[in-house]
């Protein structure tokens, strides 16, 4: 008779227009395919925000790379080029173009602090990065994101209200507080039962041996 896989707790402190936080996740997900029966995952996902001070219109996205990270056109170029390879191999899409903007995402986070209740929110992050990097969607405006809401089945009407009422705005500015006060000032981080963390987005061989790790500790 085969082990019980083993349950593993995995925290992901990720921002919706991070491309390398889509990225980290699917190559989770594959390090996870390849470790299927030996354990079992519980992903939960918590806010990050790369431009807190982001005004509601957004920035043009060359424009806020030069400013922030003093990128150049032809470093910026070769990026989005990366990118969309490393995304095409993985099965994401990343659609660049002209004039794309970068926006604000608290209310972004308040809606997956929802769908966390919900049981929906590894969907509805998914659903949000191809909002925003494969769609060219808003993933700042309210209207937008009670769309997408509706699309991994959550209801469209009670999305819109709560982002209008702001009830989970406290819950996400604690969770930020917290993960800040642990350390975290760069996404994709990932904490394996609250013990390892993977920074970044590794190959899914390292994925994979730090949960074997992790587990073997465990077992003896």
């Given at each position: 008779?085969?082990?019980?896989?083993?349950?593993?707790?995995?925290?992901?402190?990720?921002?919706?227009?991070?491309?390398?936080?889509?990225?980290?996740?699917?190559?989770?997900?594959?390090?996870?395919?390849?470790?299927?029966?030996?354990?079992?995952?519980?992903?939960?996902?918590?806010?990050?925000?790369?431009?807190?001070?982001m005004p509601p219109e957004g920035q043009e996205l060359r424009e806020h790379m030069t400013e922030k990270y003093g990128t150049?056109?032809?470093?910026?170029?070769?990026?989005?080029?990366?990118?969309?390879?490393?995304?095409?191999?993985?099965?994401?899409?990343?659609?660049?173009?002209?004039?794309?903007?970068?926006?604000?995402?608290?209310?972004?986070?308040q809606l997956l602090k929802w769908a966390e209740q919900e049981g929906k929110q590894s969907e509805l992050e998914l659903a949000?990065?191809?909002?925003?990097?494969?769609?060219?969607?808003?993933?700042?405006?309210?209207?937008?994101?009670?769309?997408?809401?509706?699309?991994?089945?959550?209801?469209?009407?009670?999305?819109?209200?709560?982002?209008?009422?702001?009830?989970?705005?406290?819950?996400?500015?604690?969770?930020?507080?917290?993960?800040?006060?642990?350390?975290?000032?760069?996404?994709?981080?990932?904490?394996?039962?609250?013990?390892?963390?993977?920074?970044?987005?590794?190959?899914?061989?390292?994925?994979?041996?730090?949960?074997?790790?992790?587990?073997?500790?465990?077992?003896?």
């Open positions: 008779m085969s082990a019980a896989p083993t349950p593993i707790r995995i925290d992901i402190v990720s921002d919706v227009v991070c491309p390398w936080c889509v990225i980290g996740y699917k190559q989770l997900q594959e390090a996870l395919r390849r470790l299927e029966g030996e354990v079992e995952a519980e992903i939960r996902w918590h806010p990050f925000e790369l431009n807190p001070m150049n056109r032809q470093q910026s170029d070769a990026a989005r080029s990366r990118l969309a390879s490393v995304g095409d191999s993985l099965g994401f899409s990343f659609n660049f173009y002209e004039g794309q903007r970068i926006y604000n995402t608290f209310l972004a986070h949000l990065f191809e909002s925003y990097f494969s769609n060219q969607e808003n993933v700042g405006d309210e209207a937008t994101l009670a769309q997408v809401a509706g699309r991994v089945g959550l209801d469209e009407a009670e999305a819109a209200a709560l982002l209008d009422d702001g009830r989970f705005a406290r819950d996400v500015r604690e969770h930020q507080r917290f993960w800040l006060s642990k350390g975290i000032q760069a996404v994709p981080s990932f904490v394996l039962d609250g013990r390892f963390l993977i920074p970044g987005a590794q190959n899914p061989e390292v994925f994979v041996a730090a949960i074997e790790k992790l587990t073997a500790g465990e077992a003896a």
